[in-house]
């Protein structure tokens, strides 16, 4: 396992840089560990529902993680806002860093990650697999 840092800066949108991050480093497979930071904008789809909710304002990030793959990442995300709300789900794009975010990037050399559909769930699931070589 190979640990990257990342410090995101204003205007990045967290999802995009992390997936740009794990083609960056040459890899197959990583886990988004931790991450905080704040976002101006966040799109965050809940649980059950098809669509994220935008929600605007001065947001600080609680915490980031999830899986990362060539052909996408699976992140989930716990924010809270201005007046001590949190709110936490599916982490869409556009959610954009307002001052900084600060994340662990774990890169996983062994292995190769895709996103494959599972008949099960009806959804595209991890599918985890040894490198080659």
């Known amino acids: 396992m190979e640990a990257l840092p990342?410090?995101?800066k204003p205007g990045?949108?967290?999802?995009?840089?992390?997936?740009?991050?794990?083609?960056?480093?040459?890899?197959t497979a990583g886990f988004l560990l931790?991450?905080?930071?704040?976002?101006?904008?966040a799109q965050i789809r809940y649980a059950g529902l098809a669509q994220p909710t935008e929600l605007l304002g001065e947001l600080e990030i609680l915490t980031v993680a999830g899986s990362?793959?060539?052909?996408?990442?699976?992140?989930?995300?716990?924010?809270?806002?201005?007046?001590?709300?949190t709110f936490g789900g599916h982490?869409?794009?556009?959610c954009i860093v307002r001052t900084t975010a600060e994340l662990l990037l774990a890169v996983l050399p062994a292995h190769a990650f895709a996103r494959?559909?599972?008949p099960l769930t009806g959804y595209a699931e991890l599918a985890i697999r040894r490198a080659p070589g």
Request: no cysteine.
């Open 6 to 8: 990342l410090r995101l």
């Open 68 to 85: 990362v793959a060539p052909d996408g990442a699976h992140l989930h995300m716990m924010l809270s806002d201005a007046r001590g709300r």
């Open 34 to 41: 931790q991450g905080i930071g704040s976002l101006s904008v």
């Open 12 to 27: 990045d949108d967290v999802r995009e840089a992390v997936e740009q991050a794990l083609r960056d480093a040459g890899a």
């Open 116 to 118: 494959e559909h599972d």
């Open 91 to 94: 982490v869409g794009r556009g």
